[in-house]
């Protein structure tokens, strides 16, 4: 029968915070007490594990030494913390001997029964090895020079807290009981008075940075003030844990003179005319990041908006060639940056940093930057970018692309393009001028004139509306006629099969030609063509570019998924960890714009919009009707009919002329037939849907009463391309037109005529085809490396059965 006193006591441990009182019950009984004096030893270096350990009452003392005799390993283990544990995970002997520092109560669990409470309880594995604390300390520069046997030693050592936002970690002259390295979030510690030491305050930290240390070390009061400006996670290190932190690695006093983060800001180009107040205020928004030698910082194709600061070590830059070879192009020093295009544009990297020395980084996501300008407006006219990066985010912007789109490319045709629309009307403006020298009447030159001068300037507005773009994400060509028509064909960059360039010898000559971008439709194959497109060489090497990219990032998905199906099946890796962002969250930064709706929105909802809606969201389904100027095609003759016999029905009524009840009969009839007719054509305008769900699109035709219907949908991955064609000056008015979506299946081409808002209906396709990709790719991933960890397996039963 369980020990309902041992079950109270083991619930006074931490460890156990999640278990429930049954599950204390089982495993109560197989605890047992164990007592020792003062310097009593509980087990010796080297010997074999035999139990779990809960100190109840007193101390014990873990020191390991290394063969030649030096001290390698230390930790003090006060009451209501455990030890023992990291032999048994390891199954390995003990790399410390145990002494007890006072008279000790300890509650002993033995091998075997510490494997089965693993297992009922997966979240105390987790308590016990400590892999997040683990990963996140390889990864500080401050424990740089420690080894990972010594970091599992240091990660029992750490206790983990949390503060919200505004609450007083410590004040000024508390006595100093801790050290604290911070995990992720972003402190301010600030003195009040005249700066001590010459120091100026406030000082902002941040993930991977660390305060508190001078008091617990000096043994003496708080200098300053720490306050969380934001959640924070915190690692801290009583006093005997720090006293063992110097012990065992002689340089980790050292590593606790923090760099001169300031001062390395400065000399980022990006940064140089920024004032010392708003660097203070950027560093605290910069992490720090150790990244041991022979380890990637990131790959080529990765998306990771971040810029990086080498400030200890070296590293070399690697471009992956056209054999799939990644060579050195390039070696990295203190005090250079790398990313800045990845921070500013989210563009996906081009190159691969891998470190080949232990290496120390300050790093800016643009989570934490975008961060950062919001509470430093004045710095964002100071920024140097880098020439390139200044004309990119010139490029006025699409209301069409996504957030995270960047245009790599805008032009137009070539001048002579231009320069050929222009020769007639040029050519016939002269000669109206000749005619007025030779003698023609002014009237008729000067208006010749006039009308050719107007059609010139046509030409050269019509020029100045045709574009062709590449983005990180897609081509498009826009044709446009001022307020007539409108077209744009766009494709994503993932869809492009073929480019081909074609040269005659005016273009050879003057450079341009004609570049066209294949892709697979089904009857034919679709083409987006950018004729008349200046250097089409260098247009087709930045597309094939941006096409490799996007191979990339799918060699780049693979390997983490054969990475992620490894780890479930042998365990969490140690490896170290980045903290992204080093302040916020990815959910802080998603402010919920959703606005509460006004009375009259809410109205309209109520009344109108429940019959008459042209769009319609609901559960991720997006669901059209043709624009409100075909329901009016559709109803105005019936409308009008009902409207002139229902006002006639009413004048033969109140006149009251003696009309027989016949004629009022027949007009009421009549009346009946006509709303008859109002409602089929409402209905038929109702019943005609363009729907784009998660992973198809669907075009239902239906005529009412059931008497014909037309269903057509296809799923995303038969999507090639799509065209919106805006066709004549009324559409371009009242914004309407027709989305052709073109498909590599039997149906060949969807139509969504009459479409309302035809732009946006197209950027939200291939919003959703992205994400349709992407999401089907990681299952085909997934699907195509389920079972590696089993061939892994058996590979081993094999090579240990061989003789």
Known sequence: MANPTMQD??????????????????????????????????????????????????????????????????RHVSAGDFFGHRALLQGAPHQTTATAQSDTMLLALDAARFHSLLKVQPSLKEDVRRIHIINRLLATPLFAQFSREQLLFVADSARRFEFAAGSIIFRQNDPSDGFYVIDRGQVKEDVAGV??????WPKYLTAGNFFGRRGIDQQAPRRSTAMALTDVHLFRFDYEAFRSLCQIQPDFRY????????????????????????????????????????????????????????????????LRDKQGRNRPQQVLHPKDAVGQSALMLLEPRDATIQAVADSNWLYLTRADWDRYRTQWPTAANKLKPKRKIEALQRIRRFRWMDYDELILLRTRR???????????????????????????????????????????????????????????????YREKVLAIRESRDETPISKIQNMIIDQSWWGNTFGFGTLTLDTAAAQQVKRVKFDYVTDPEAVQELVFGLVQRV??????????????????????????????PAVVSVEDLAADGTAQPNLWTRFAEATYRRW????????????????????????????LLSCFLLLLIALIVHLGNGANAGVLALLSLLLLLSLGWLWWSWEDW?????????????????????????R???????????????????????????????????????????????????????????????????????????????????????????P
């Open 712 to 802: 057509t949908e296809t799923t995303f991955d038969r999507i090639q391309n799509a065209r919106v064609n805006v066709p004549n000056p009324v559409a371009t008015l009242l914004n309407y037109g027709t989305v052709e979506i073109f498909t590599a299946g039997a149906e060949g081409k969807l139509d969504f005529q009459y479409v309302p808002n035809p732009r946006d209906v197209q950027a939200e396709i291939f919003r959703r085809l992205a994400a349709y990709e992407a999401q089907e790719r990681h299952k085909q991933i997934e699907r195509q490396w389920r079972d590696l960890p089993e061939w892994f397996s058996m590979y081993e039963d094999i090579r240990d059965t061989r």
């Open 551 to 580: 191979k990339a990032a799918e060699e780049l998905e693979t390997h983490g998924t054969i990475l992620t199906q490894l780890e479930s099946r042998l365990g969490t890796v140690i490896r170290p960890v980045m903290a992204k």
């Open 195 to 200: 700066a001590a030491n010459g120091q100026i």
């Open 9 to 74: 006591r083991l619930g006074q441990f931490r460890i156990f915070r999640d278990f429930t009182p049954d599950q204390l019950s089982l495993f109560a009984e197989f605890f047992e007490e164990q007592t020792f004096g003062r310097s009593q030893k509980i087990y010796e270096q080297g010997a074999p594990p035999t139990h779990f350990y809960l100190v109840e009452r007193g101390s014990v003392e873990l020191v390991g030494h290394s063969k030649d005799g030096k001290l390698f390993l230390r």
């Open 612 to 639: 008459f809606w042209i769009q319609k969201r609901t559960d991720g389904r997006v669901t059209w009707r043709k624009h409100w100027i075909r329901f009016l095609a559709k109803t105005w003759k019936p409308g």
């Open 414 to 476: 070539h001048w002579l393009f231009l320069v050929n629309k222009l020769l007639a009307p040029s050519l016939f403006a002269v000669a109206m001028l000749i005619l007025l020298i030779v003698g023609l009447p002014a009237p008729i030159a000067t208006i010749g004139w006039v009308l050719a001068s107007a059609v010139g300037l046509w030409k050269l507005i019509d020029w100045t509306n045709d574009y062709y773009i590449v983005t990180n994400k897609r081509v498009a």
């Open 686 to 710: 109702g019943n005609d849907q363009y729907i784009l769900t998660y992973d198809r699109i669907i075009d239902t035709e239906r005529l009412p009463l059931g008497f014909r219907s037309k």
């Open 255 to 318: 590593a606790l003179e923090r760099p001169d983060v300031l001062s390395l800001l400065k000399s980022v180009a990006l940064f140089s005319q920024l004032d010392a107040n708003e660097l203070r205020g950027l560093a605290g928004f910069v992490g720090m990041v150790h990244i041991p030698a022979g380890e990637i910082l990131y790959h080529q194709g990765d998306v990771d908006p971040t810029l990086y600061v080498l400030y200890q070590g070296e590293a070399v830059v690697r």
